[in-house]
């Protein structure tokens, strides 16, 4: 059974840290590219962070970038997101997902996501 279980979420003050995990489990997550994803209210969801399965070539949106680091550790199976000098409009759900490109489509596991809320 395929899971993606994020966790770190909370709330934190303006100017603050906070790093997110997420832990994967039931498929070869080193064959993956994972990413951060983050949904606030009334809003579409933002590809936050990206990584490739091996570690490498790590993305950012321009609104995150010099502030979050992406990272994974493929023998913990666990993708990171550690996010600094958090702002308020940094709150939202933030949800990782792990993608391969299969020799047809790609393939998608999502987790289910964790609450950030950056507020005085």
């Known amino acids: 059974q395929v899971q993606l279980v994020e966790s770190g979420g909370g709330l934190v003050q303006p100017g603050g840290s906070l790093r997110l995990s997420c832990a994967a489990s039931?498929?070869?997550?080193?064959?993956?590219?994972m990413r951060w994803h983050r949904q606030a209210p009334g809003k579409e969801r933002e590809l936050v962070a990206a990584?490739?399965?091996?570690?490498?070539?790590?993305n950012y949106a321009d609104s995150v970038k010099g502030r979050f680091i992406i990272s994974r550790d493929n023998a913990k199976n666990t993708v990171y997101l550690q996010m600094n000098s958090l702002k308020p409009e940094d709150t939202a759900v933030y949800c990782c997902?792990?993608?391969?490109?299969?020799?047809?489509?790609?393939?998608?596991?999502w987790g289910q996501g964790t609450q950030v809320t950056v507020s005085s």
């Open positions: 997902n792990a993608a391969r490109m299969g020799r047809e489509r790609w393939y998608n596991y």
């Open positions: 990584i490739t399965n091996v570690g490498g070539s790590p």
């Open positions: 039931g498929f070869s997550f080193s064959n993956y590219a």
